[in-house]
C-alpha cells in the first residue's frame, strides 16, 4: 500500500521535515522534500495495515539540535479506513506545540464537558475519494459538525444540503466525499449542525478553505485533516468553585466533609451554571494520629487516599443495631461542631473500619472486585498498609526508628505481608479502607462526568519525610534539605514545609517512572489537577537542614557568584564578616531587651573583635529549635521562649551570604532579603552599592536560562503522564522564563489581583488576564475577600478607587454590592476559567454570608503549626434550596458568556 504525505509549514533554513510511522521511531523515519509554497511531500510503501492501522507523526529535524516534534498523540488512521488496493494521499498540517486550543484535547474537555456518544463510521462510496477530517473537540452534546462546498458531493453551497460529519474518531470528524472528474479545486467550509432541528444553524468565520487535488484517479483516497473550527474570537469560558473537600458541610456527613458530599456539590455547580470544582489534595495524611495530620500537603503516600473521607453508610452496616446507631449519633453530634475536630472524627472512624472490616473480613478477601483493584494497585497498595502498620507498631511514622524495618527491603515486607501470617488482619485492613476509598471517590468522579462537572485535584510539590514514598525511594529525594518558599507579603521569614526537595537526576534515569505512576492514579479520579507551586520544577527554594527559617534558603539550582566575579563588581570578599553571623551589643538589646544578660550567658561568647559568636551547640537555627522545643511545652513562658527563640533565629540568619557546597570555597549564594539584615545596614554605601549590583544580577538575571531549561526537561515528563488538564500555581516570586514555558506546554497560569506579578502594581485586573489561565479572587491560602477588605483601610481605597473604579470612601465592610461587583469582573476575564472559593460566592448575599470573615480563612501559610480545621457554615442541602441567589449567580455566569 502506497502512502504519501503533504503538509504545509514553513521552515527556516537547515531544518527538514520528516514523519514518524512508529511512536519515538525516527531512525526509520519518512524524509519529506520540499516542494513549493511552504509545502513537504513524501511517500512510503507500508504492509496489511487492516489489523493494527496507520499511526504516524510529523518531526523538524536540524543539525546540531534536538528533534522538534509537532504537538499532540500520533495521527491515527482506523484500519477500516484502509483499504488495499488504493493509493492514500495525506494532506495535513502542522500542530503547533504552542497553542490555546491544545488545551481543549484534555480529558476535562474531550471526556467530560464535550464527552459524547460516538457513532459508527459511515459507508465510503466507491471512485476517487476525499475524506475531510476536522480536529476539533469543542462543540455541545446536541451537535455535530457538517460541510458545505463548492463540490455538487458538498451542496454546492446550499446549506440545507449540508453534509453532516462523522464522529466516531472524536475529536477528528470526518466527512468522505466522492470526487468529481475534472475538478480539481473545491472551497468549502464547516459547520454547526442542530441533531435535533437538523440543519446546519452556523457557519464558522474566516475566508472559505480551499482543496487542491490535481487529478485525482479512480483509487486515490485524499485524507484532508483541518485542524480546528474557526470560531473567532470566541473563546470557550468556564467558572467553578473551590472548597477542600473537609470543609464541605451536608446533613450526612460525619463530622468532615466526605468524598460522598462532593456529589451535592456537583448538583448545585450545574444549578448555577459552575463547570468545574477545585478541591485540595486528599491524600492520606495520618502520621501522629493527632490534629497535625490535617494538613492535607504532608501525605504520607502519594498513592493511597485519606480515610477521613470516607462515608460510613456507604461502606455497609453493622450487624449489631445498637452500635451502628451510636455511631450515627456521635456522627450528628461532631457534625454540629462549627469546625472539624480531627482527632474525634479520625477515631470514631478508624473503629468503624475495624469493626466492620472483622464482620466482612471472609467475604472482602474473596470478592472479585477487591481481587480487582489489588491487582491493579498492589505495587503501592502492599508497601502502604505495611508502612501503615508499622506506624501504629512502634508509634511513630519515622520510620528511621523502626529497628530492623528503617529501611526498606522487599523480603522484609513480603514476609510481613503475607497472608498465612499472623499479623495479617492489621495488614489488610488498610487494603479494606483503601479499596472503600476508591469505590467511593470512583462513583464521585462518574457522577460528576455524567454531569458534565470537571473534578480539579491538587498535586502538592513536596512529599512528606516520613512517608512509605521516602522510605521505599530514599534516592529519589534530597532527605537532607527542606523545601520552603522566599519570603514574601504573607510569610515575612519565608516558608520552611519541610519537604525533602527531590532529586531529578535520579528520577531522570528511569524516565521519571515515579511521577508517571503518580499521576496515572490521580487520573482515575481528575479530569484536572493544579500543579501546587509550579516554580519549584524551575528551581525549588531549599533550605538546608540545620536551618528552620525560609529565609535561610536558597534556590536550587542555581549558579553562585564566584570572587572573580564579585571582585569585577567592586566587592572585596570577607568571608568571616559576610558568611557568619555579623553579632553585636546593641543588637542584642533591641532583639532582648532586659534579658540581653542571661541570654549572652548562655547562649553567645564574646570575641577578641568585639563581636559575638554563637556556642556551638546554639549554631544553627535547627540547634535552637532542638533546645526549645521541650521548654516551649511550659505554657506559661511560651510567649517569652517564642520571643528569645526567634531572636536567636535572627541572629544567626545575620548574613549576606551563603557559601557554595560544590565550589571548594570559590562560589556563593547571595541572602534573600539581606538589605533587612542588621549585617548590611553595618556595611559602608560602596559595599552596599556592590552587593545590590551583585544581589539584582543573581536574583533577576543570572538564572533564567538554567532555570527554562531545567524545567522543560521536568515538566513534559510529568504532563505528558496523562491527558488531565493542567494548571499550575505560579504565585510568588516569578522568574522571567516561567510565562514562556506554560505557554509552550499548555499549563494554566493562576491570576490572583491581589499577588500581582509585574513589578510596581499594587493590583492587577482580571480584565488583563490572558486567555490560558485561571482567575480567582483568592486561594486557600489567604484571606477571603471580605476578610482582605477589612485588613488596611487605606490599600482597601486604593482598590476601590483604581480596580472598581469608584469615588469617595469604600464602606468599612465589603458589602454584598462590592463582593458582586469583584465576582462579576472575574468573570468577565477574558481566562479560560474564573474560580472561585465558596466563601467569596456567598459573600455576595447578606443572609447567606458568615458573619465573621475572618474566621473562614483555610490556612496562614506564615503559621506552621496551622490546624486546618475550616468547615462552611452552610449545609450544601441548604445551598440547593436558595433559589434567588442561586438563579442570580446563573445569571451572572451566563450573561457573562460561561460555559457556553
Same mark, same amino acid.
Given at each position: 500500500?502506497?502512502?504519501?504525505?503533504?503538509?504545509?509549514?514553513?521552515?527556516?533554513?537547515?531544518?527538514?521535515?520528516?514523519?514518524?510511522?512508529?511512536?519515538?521511531?525516527? !531512525?526509520?523515519?519518512?524524509?519529506?522534500?520540499?516542494?513549493?509554497?511552504?509545502?513537504?511531500?513524501?511517500? &512510503?510503501?507500508?504492509?496489511d495495515?487492516?489489523?493494527?492501522?496507520?499511526?504516524?507523526?510529523?518531526?523538524?529535524?536540524?543539525?546540531?539540535?534536538?528533534?522538534?516534534?509537532?504537538?499532540?498523540?500520533?495521527?491515527?488512521?482506523?484500519?477500516?479506513?484502509?483499504?488495499?488496493?488504493?493509493?492514500?494521499?495525506?494532506?495535513?498540517?502542522?500542530?503547533?506545540?504552542?497553542?490555546?486550543?491544545?488545551?481543549?484535547?484534555? @480529558?476535562?474537555?474531550?471526556?467530560?464537558?464535550?464527552?459524547?456518544?460516538?457513532?459508527?463510521?459511515?459507508?465510503?462510496?466507491?471512485?476517487?475519494?476525499c475524506? =475531510?477530517?476536522?480536529?476539533?473537540?469543542?462543540?455541545?452534546?446536541?451537535?455535530?459538525?457538517?460541510?458545505?462546498?463548492?463540490?455538487?458531493?458538498?451542496?454546492s453551497?446550499?446549506?440545507?444540503?449540508?453534509?453532516?460529519?462523522?464522529?466516531?474518531?472524536?475529536?477528528?470528524?470526518?466527512?468522505?466525499?466522492?470526487?468529481?472528474?475534472?475538478?480539481?479545486?473545491?472551497?468549502?467550509?464547516?459547520?454547526? @449542525?442542530?441533531?435535533?432541528?437538523?440543519k446546519?444553524?452556523?457557519?464558522?468565520?474566516?475566508?472559505?478553505?480551499?482543496?487542491?487535488?490535481?487529478?485525482?484517479?479512480? +483509487?486515490? $483516497?485524499?485524507?484532508?485533516?483541518?485542524l480546528?473550527?474557526?470560531?473567532?474570537?470566541?473563546?470557550?469560558?468556564?467558572?467553578?468553585v473551590?472548597i477542600?473537600?473537609?470543609?464541605?458541610?451536608? !446533613?450526612?456527613?460525619?463530622?468532615?466533609?466526605?468524598?460522598?458530599d462532593?456529589?451535592?456539590?456537583?448538583?448545585w455547580?450545574?444549578?448555577?451554571?459552575?463547570? =468545574?470544582?477545585?478541591?485540595?489534595?486528599?491524600?492520606?495524611?495520618?502520621?501522629?494520629? &493527632?490534629?497535625?495530620?490535617?494538613?492535607?500537603?504532608?501525605?504520607?503516600s502519594?498513592?493511597? =487516599?485519606?480515610?477521613?473521607?470516607?462515608?460510613?453508610?456507604?461502606?455497609?452496616?453493622?450487624?449489631?443495631?445498637a452500635?451502628?446507631?451510636?455511631?450515627?449519633?456521635?456522627?450528628?453530634k461532631l457534625?454540629?461542631?462549627?469546625?472539624?475536630?480531627? !482527632?474525634?472524627?479520625?477515631? *470514631?472512624?478508624?473503629? $468503624? @473500619?475495624?469493626?466492620?472490616?472483622?464482620?466482612?473480613?471472609?467475604?472482602?478477601?474473596?470478592?472479585?472486585?477487591?481481587?480487582?483493584?489489588?491487582?491493579?494497585?498492589?505495587?503501592w497498595?502492599?508497601?502502604?498498609a505495611?508502612?501503615?502498620?508499622?506506624?501504629?507498631?512502634?508509634?511513630?511514622?519515622?520510620?528511621?526508628?523502626?529497628?530492623?524495618?528503617a529501611?526498606?527491603r522487599?523480603?522484609? %515486607?513480603?514476609?510481613?505481608?503475607?497472608?498465612?501470617?499472623? +499479623?495479617?488482619?492489621?495488614?489488610?485492613?488498610?487494603?479494606?479502607?483503601?479499596?472503600?476509598?476508591?469505590?467511593?471517590?470512583?462513583?464521585?468522579?462518574?457522577?460528576?462526568?455524567?454531569?458534565?462537572v470537571?473534578?480539579?485535584?491538587?498535586?502538592? #510539590?513536596?512529599?512528606?519525610?516520613?512517608s512509605?514514598?521516602?522510605?521505599?525511594?530514599?534516592?529519589?529525594?534530597?532527605?537532607?534539605?527542606?523545601?520552603?518558599?522566599?519570603?514574601?507579603a504573607?510569610a515575612?521569614?519565608?516558608?520552611?514545609?519541610?519537604?525533602?526537595?527531590y532529586?531529578?537526576?535520579?528520577?531522570?534515569?528511569?524516565?521519571?517512572t515515579?511521577?508517571?505512576?503518580?499521576? &496515572?492514579?490521580m487520573?482515575?479520579?481528575?479530569?484536572?489537577?493544579? /500543579?501546587?507551586?509550579?516554580?519549584?520544577?524551575?528551581?525549588?527554594?531549599?533550605?538546608?537542614?540545620?536551618?528552620?527559617?525560609?529565609?535561610?534558603g536558597?534556590?536550587?539550582?542555581a549558579?553562585?557568584?564566584? =570572587?572573580y566575579?564579585?571582585?569585577?563588581?567592586?566587592?572585596?570578599?570577607?568571608?568571616?564578616?559576610?558568611?557568619?553571623?555579623?553579632?553585636?551589643? @546593641?543588637? *542584642?538589646?533591641?532583639?532582648?531587651?532586659?534579658?540581653?544578660?542571661?541570654?549572652?550567658?548562655?547562649?553567645?561568647?564574646?570575641?577578641?573583635?568585639?563581636? $559575638?559568636?554563637?556556642?556551638?551547640?546554639?549554631?544553627?537555627?535547627?540547634?535552637?529549635?532542638?533546645?526549645?522545643?521541650?521548654?516551649?511545652?511550659?505554657?506559661?513562658?511560651?510567649?517569652?521562649?517564642l520571643?528569645?527563640?526567634?531572636?536567636?533565629?535572627?541572629l544567626?540568619?545575620?548574613?549576606?551570604?551563603?557559601?557554595?557546597?560544590?565550589?571548594?570555597?570559590?562560589g556563593?549564594?547571595?541572602? #534573600?532579603?539581606?538589605?533587612?539584615?542588621?549585617?548590611?545596614?553595618?556595611?559602608?554605601?560602596?559595599?552596599?552599592?556592590? #552587593?545590590?549590583? %551583585?544581589?539584582?544580577?543573581?536574583?533577576?538575571?543570572?538564572?533564567e536560562?538554567?532555570?527554562?531549561?531545567?524545567?522543560?526537561?521536568?515538566?513534559?515528563?510529568?504532563?505528558?503522564?496523562?491527558?488531565?488538564?493542567?494548571?499550575?500555581?505560579?504565585l510568588?516570586?516569578?522568574?522571567?522564563?516561567?510565562?514562556?514555558?506554560?505557554?509552550?506546554?499548555?499549563?494554566?497560569?493562576?491570576?490572583?489581583?491581589?499577588?500581582?506579578?509585574k513589578?510596581?502594581? !499594587?493590583?492587577?485586573?482580571?480584565?488583563?488576564?490572558?486567555? *490560558?489561565?485561571?482567575?480567582?479572587?483568592?486561594?486557600?491560602?489567604?484571606?477571603?475577600?471580605?476578610?482582605?477588605?477589612?485588613?488596611?483601610?487605606?490599600? &482597601?481605597?486604593?482598590?476601590?478607587?483604581?480596580?472598581?473604579?469608584?469615588?469617595?470612601?469604600?464602606?468599612?465592610?465589603?458589602?454584598?454590592?462590592?463582593?458582586?461587583? /469583584?465576582?462579576?469582573?472575574?468573570?468577565?476575564?477574558?481566562?479560560?476559567?474564573?474560580? $472561585?472559593?465558596?466563601?467569596?460566592?456567598?459573600g455576595?448575599?447578606?443572609? *447567606?454570608?458568615?458573619? /465573621?470573615?475572618?474566621?473562614?480563612?483555610?490556612?496562614?501559610?506564615?503559621?506552621?503549626?496551622?490546624?486546618?480545621?475550616?468547615?462552611?457554615?452552610?449545609?450544601?442541602?441548604?445551598?440547593? +434550596?436558595?433559589?434567588?441567589?442561586?438563579?442570580?449567580?446563573?445569571?451572572m455566569i451566563?450573561?457573562?458568556?460561561?460555559?457556553?
Open positions: 500500500m502506497k502512502i504519501k504525505f503533504r503538509i504545509n509549514y514553513h521552515t527556516r533554513w537547515g531544518q527538514n521535515l520528516y514523519v514518524s510511522m512508529k511512536n519515538g521511531d525516527t !531512525e526509520n523515519a519518512v524524509p519529506l522534500h520540499y516542494t513549493e509554497n511552504g509545502d513537504w511531500e513524501g511517500q &512510503t510503501i507500508v504492509d495495515v487492516r489489523v493494527g492501522g496507520l499511526s504516524y507523526k510529523y518531526f523538524i529535524r536540524e543539525e546540531g539540535r534536538e528533534d522538534v516534534w509537532e504537538w499532540g498523540p500520533c495521527r491515527r488512521l482506523r484500519p477500516e479506513s484502509l483499504e488495499n488496493g488504493r493509493n492514500f494521499m495525506l494532506l495535513d498540517a502542522w500542530r503547533p506545540q504552542r497553542d490555546d486550543h491544545n488545551v481543549l484535547f484534555s @480529558y476535562a474537555f474531550t471526556g467530560n464537558l464535550f464527552s459524547r456518544e460516538k457513532s459508527s463510521e459511515s459507508h465510503r462510496p466507491p471512485g476517487a475519494i475524506r =475531510l477530517q476536522l480536529t476539533e473537540p469543542r462543540i455541545e452534546k446536541d451537535y455535530a459538525f457538517c460541510v458545505v462546498g463548492s463540490a455538487e458531493a458538498l451542496g453551497w446550499n446549506p440545507e444540503k449540508a453534509l453532516q460529519m462523522n464522529d466516531a474518531d472524536y475529536p477528528v470528524w470526518s466527512a468522505d466525499i466522492v470526487l468529481e472528474k475534472g475538478v480539481c479545486d473545491i472551497e468549502y467550509k464547516y459547520g454547526i @449542525y442542530d441533531l435535533k432541528l437538523k446546519l444553524i452556523a457557519w464558522e468565520q474566516g475566508p472559505n478553505r480551499v482543496l487542491t487535488l490535481g487529478e485525482p484517479k479512480n +483509487g486515490d $483516497f485524499f485524507i484532508k485533516t483541518d480546528k473550527f474557526d470560531y473567532g474570537d470566541q473563546h470557550w469560558r468556564g467558572a467553578g473551590a477542600p473537600v473537609f470543609s464541605l458541610r451536608t !446533613e450526612d456527613s460525619y463530622g468532615i466533609g466526605e468524598f460522598h462532593l456529589k451535592k456539590l456537583v448538583d455547580a450545574v444549578k448555577t451554571g459552575m463547570k =468545574l470544582v477545585q478541591i485540595l489534595p486528599v491524600n492520606d495524611t495520618v502520621a501522629e494520629h &493527632t490534629w497535625k495530620d490535617s494538613y492535607p500537603y504532608s501525605a504520607i502519594v498513592m493511597a =487516599l485519606h480515610p477521613v473521607y470516607l462515608h460510613l453508610p456507604a461502606m455497609g452496616k453493622l450487624k449489631d443495631e452500635a451502628m446507631e451510636a455511631f450515627a449519633k456521635e456522627g450528628k457534625n454540629a461542631l462549627p469546625k472539624v475536630d480531627y !482527632e474525634a472524627v479520625m477515631r *470514631l472512624k478508624s473503629k $468503624f @473500619y475495624k469493626e466492620l472490616y472483622d464482620q466482612e473480613r471472609d467475604h472482602f478477601l474473596e470478592d472479585k472486585g477487591f481481587r480487582k483493584f489489588f491487582e491493579g494497585n498492589k505495587e497498595l502492599v508497601p502502604y505495611a508502612f501503615s502498620m508499622l506506624r501504629d507498631r512502634f508509634g511513630t511514622a519515622d520510620f528511621t526508628q523502626w529497628g530492623e524495618y529501611h526498606y522487599q523480603e522484609q %515486607i513480603d514476609e510481613l505481608t503475607d497472608p498465612a501470617g499472623a +499479623g495479617y488482619d492489621d495488614i489488610a485492613v488498610h487494603y479494606f479502607i483503601q479499596y472503600h476509598l476508591h469505590l467511593q471517590m470512583k462513583d464521585v468522579t462518574e457522577y460528576a462526568r455524567k454531569k458534565g470537571v473534578l480539579k485535584g491538587d498535586l502538592p #510539590i513536596g512529599i512528606y519525610r516520613k512509605v514514598d521516602a522510605w521505599m525511594f530514599p534516592h529519589l529525594f534530597h532527605m537532607d534539605k527542606q523545601a520552603g518558599a522566599p519570603p514574601d504573607y515575612v521569614a519565608g516558608q520552611n514545609w519541610g519537604f525533602p526537595t532529586n531529578w537526576e535520579e528520577m531522570a534515569k528511569d524516565g521519571y515515579w511521577w508517571r505512576k503518580r499521576l &496515572t492514579k487520573a482515575e479520579y481528575f479530569d484536572a489537577y493544579r /500543579i501546587d507551586h509550579i516554580l519549584g520544577f524551575f528551581r525549588i527554594w531549599e533550605i538546608p537542614w540545620e536551618h528552620v527559617e525560609g529565609l535561610m536558597r534556590f536550587s539550582p549558579i553562585p557568584m564566584f =570572587l566575579e564579585m571582585a569585577g563588581n567592586g566587592l572585596h570578599f570577607d568571608y568571616d564578616r559576610f558568611c557568619k553571623p555579623y553579632i553585636k551589643e @546593641y543588637m *542584642l538589646d533591641e532583639l532582648f531587651g532586659h534579658e540581653k544578660e542571661a541570654i549572652i550567658e548562655q547562649f553567645l561568647v564574646r570575641g577578641d573583635d568585639g563581636l $559575638f559568636h554563637l556556642k556551638e551547640e546554639y549554631g544553627t537555627q535547627r540547634k535552637v529549635k532542638e533546645h526549645f522545643d521541650a521548654l516551649l511545652v511550659q505554657d506559661d513562658d511560651r510567649e517569652r521562649w520571643k528569645i527563640r526567634q531572636g536567636l533565629y535572627t544567626i540568619g545575620n548574613v549576606l551570604f551563603f557559601e557554595d557546597e560544590e565550589s571548594n570555597g570559590q556563593f549564594h547571595p541572602r #534573600i532579603a539581606l538589605h533587612y539584615t542588621y549585617s548590611f545596614k553595618e556595611l559602608d554605601d560602596a559595599a552596599k552599592a556592590a #552587593i545590590d549590583r %551583585i544581589y539584582i544580577h543573581y536574583f533577576y538575571e543570572r538564572q536560562e538554567l532555570w527554562r531549561e531545567k524545567a522543560m526537561v521536568k515538566l513534559p515528563a510529568i504532563i505528558n503522564a496523562s491527558n488531565m488538564m493542567v494548571c499550575g500555581e505560579d510568588g516570586m516569578v522568574p522571567d522564563c516561567v510565562p514562556g514555558v506554560m505557554e509552550e506546554l499548555n499549563i494554566l497560569n493562576l491570576e490572583i489581583q491581589r499577588m500581582p506579578k513589578q510596581g502594581r !499594587e493590583f492587577d485586573h482580571p480584565a488583563e488576564s490572558k486567555y *490560558l489561565s485561571v482567575v480567582s479572587p483568592s486561594c486557600h491560602d489567604m484571606s477571603t475577600v471580605r476578610a482582605w477588605w477589612e485588613e488596611d483601610r487605606e490599600r &482597601t481605597a486604593r482598590y476601590f478607587q483604581t480596580i472598581l473604579g469608584h469615588h469617595g470612601t469604600p464602606p468599612e465592610e465589603c458589602e454584598p454590592w462590592v463582593c458582586r461587583e /469583584i465576582m462579576l469582573q472575574h468573570l468577565y476575564a477574558p481566562a479560560m476559567w474564573a474560580i $472561585f472559593p465558596i466563601q467569596d460566592l456567598v455576595m448575599d447578606e443572609r *447567606l454570608r458568615y458573619p /465573621i470573615p475572618e474566621e473562614e480563612r483555610i490556612n496562614d501559610p506564615a503559621n506552621s503549626e496551622q490546624y486546618w480545621q475550616y468547615r462552611f457554615h452552610m449545609n450544601i442541602e441548604q445551598l440547593l +434550596g436558595e433559589g434567588d441567589f442561586n438563579d442570580m449567580l446563573l445569571d451566563r450573561l457573562s458568556g460561561r460555559g457556553d
